[in-house]
């Protein structure tokens, strides 16, 4: 028989997703499935896992948590090699990923999704080598996800990330970036830079209008240094997806970013809502990079 394995965190956003488990295992197992289950306790677990795991038989590897939980589970499966689709469970707070895929944020629903095992190849980023399905990015609200307090952000969901980006205003500094692409060179200061390959990050819906995760590029949005009273305008705009016309957004699109810090200390690169690595940052796209279940339709 066939299984699928489940992969889950079970301190991602509510915590919730453990109380749900038979319902998945019953919905699976009338698929015709076994669902096999295991349960992370360290980041360090999920290269463990996947560096001594045999998923010969295996028809799909489903991932319950928030986008750092995917993005973990993303670099080891790509690291070994293991050529199985990926499903996403929305069991964090954000959950921008599964939201690009069309998953549901009820845990019914989301299972109903993935019961369906509908499949497709997507366009995947890496940057210095780390993987990653959504966003890499540079900048002050980049480290919202790392300074939440964890009770603080399982309590207020998405509405922490705002909360939080209100709070770092009057904190706002900019840094010099020398971006380079084969198409041209920038440069400029940023309060904050976002590479995208799904639309939305750290709950902003519509951060990357026009990203896609088939078009084989990668979408950039900077917010150049500005005075402090054109801010909330801008946060405004983003809300409506509107910001990408605003004279205060550096917006393109190309398969290669190189991104240079012209500054001693630059601030800490992000990748889906985890630490990221040291400038310069080389960022590419690989199309159709991995394949995962989507939402009928998509």
Not at 54 to 72: M, S
Not at 209 to 235: Q, T
Request: proline content about 4%; some cysteine; aromatic content about 10%.
């Amino acid at each position: 028989m066939k299984y699928i394995q489940l992969v889950y965190n079970p301190m991602s956003g509510s915590r919730t997703f453990k109380t749900r488990l038979d319902t998945l295992i019953e919905i699976v197992e009338k698929k015709g499935y076994e669902l096999r289950i295991w349960r992370t306790r360290s980041a360090e677990d999920f290269t463990t896992f996947f560096d001594e795991g045999n998923f010969e038989g295996c028809a799909a590897i489903l991932i319950a948590g928030g986008d750092g939980t995917v993005n973990r589970a993303v670099n080891a499966i790509m690291n070994n090699k293991i050529n199985v689709p990926i499903g996403v469970i929305p069991a964090g707070t954000a959950n921008d990923f599964a939201q690009h895929l069309g998953i549901p944020a009820n845990f019914n629903d989301a299972f109903d999704v993935i019961a369906q095992m509908k499949t497709r190849k997507l366009d995947i980023g890496v940057v210095n080598g780390q993987y990653f399905v959504n966003v890499c990015g540079g900048g002050l609200l980049t480290s919202i996800a790392h300074t939440i307090e964890p009770e603080f952000k399982n309590t207020l969901g998405k509405l922490a990330y705002y909360i939080k980006g209100v709070q770092q205003i009057p904190k706002f500094k900019s840094q010099k970036v020398r971006i380079t692409t084969a198409e041209q060179i920038y440069e400029e200061e940023f309060y904050l830079f976002i590479v995208l390959n799904g639309s939305s990050a750290g709950g902003f819906n519509r951060l990357g209008e026009y990203a896609s995760m088939r078009d084989g590029k990668l979408d950039f949005v900077g917010f150049k240094a500005c005075s402090m009273n054109e801010i909330p305008l801008i946060f405004a705009k983003m809300m409506r997806g509107e910001h990408l016309e605003d004279k205060n957004i550096l917006f393109f699109q190309s398969r290669k970013i190189h991104i240079e810090c012209l500054e001693d200390k630059g601030f800490p690169a992000d990748v889906d809502g985890e630490l990221g690595p040291a400038y310069p940052l080389d960022i590419k796209v690989i199309p159709e990079g991995m394949e995962f279940i989507v939402k009928t339709g998509s």
